[in-house]
T-cell receptor, first 111, second 116 residues
Framework: QQQVKQSPQSLIVQKGGIPIINCAYE??????FPWYQQFPGKGPALLIA?????SEKKEGRFTISFNKSAKQFSLHIMDSQPGDSATYFC??????????FGAGTQVVVTP | DSGVTQTPKHLITATGQRVTLRCSPR?????VYWYQQSLDQGLQFLIQ???????AKGNILERFSAQQFPDLHSELNLSSLELGDSALYFC???????????????FGPGTRLTVL
């Protein structure tokens, strides 16, 4: 069963738009939530990560919003560019170190 | 280039066979992780080794096994292969400071396994 549910499956936005990807989890033992970016033919790469003691984290044009009570977190890509077109995965892990990944969201940013 | 190398790049084999995938972590990294990526299952964490010892176990089948050697390279052994084992297998490494789960993982380019 999918312990981390990710939506939408795919997303198309125009350049400058703000794609938003949402993830939800049930396991309250999760305490670390990384996001990965994957380009075709490449392995995933860590984009940004958050722990539940903060509600928001920004790194460049990427922002994670975290709602601990709702057990939801989301990725916003500000001022999106065609080079941001990729598949994005949210993930979660607990103190046992087992990583659970969302199903992935394919983002396409059109020029 | 992440600095993590994986061989082979592609592997085609038949059902029932056994294969070995190899991973060399980034220089100085002590942790190695294995992942399976398939179209229907997405990205699945299989197992983590830290400095030669198993650290965390995910959804790894009993037909699969892994080890990390003294030189820190790792191998993932897949046996009694089934059609459903066809997937991309990624190795990632992190460290060198304890390789804890908060450490950034650097992924290799993957090995594409096709089981016919």
């Amino acid at each position: 069963q999918q312990q981390v549910k990710q939506s939408p499956q795919s997303l198309i936005v125009q350049k400058g738009g703000i794609p938003i990807i949402n993830c939800a989890y049930e396991n309250t033992a999760f305490d670390y939530f990384p996001w990965y970016q994957q380009f075709p033919g490449k392995g995933p790469a860590l984009l940004i990560a958050i722990r539940p003691d903060v509600s928001e984290k920004k790194e460049g044009r990427f922002t994670i919003s975290f709602n601990k009570s709702a057990k939801q977190f989301s990725l916003h890509i500000m001022d999106s560019q065609p080079g941001d077109s990729a598949t994005y995965f949210c993930a979660a892990t607990d103190s046992w170190g087992k990583f659970q990944f969302g199903a992935g969201t394919q983002v396409v940013v059109t020029p | 280039d992440s600095g993590v190398t994986q061989t082979p790049k592609h592997l085609i084999t038949a059902t029932g066979q056994r294969v070995t995938l190899r991973c060399s972590p980034r220089s100085g990294d002590l942790s190695v992780y294995w992942y399976q990526q398939s179209l229907d299952q997405g990205l699945q964490f299989l197992i983590q080794y830290y400095n030669g010892e198993e650290r965390a176990k995910g959804n790894i089948l009993e037909r699969f096994s892994a080890q990390q050697f003294p030189d820190l390279h790792s191998e993932l052994n897949l046996s009694s292969l089934e059609l459903g084992d066809s997937a991309l297998y990624f190795c990632a490494s992190s460290g060198p400071h304890g390789g804890g789960r908060f450490a950034e993982q650097f992924f290799g380019p993957g090995t594409r396994l096709t089981v016919l």
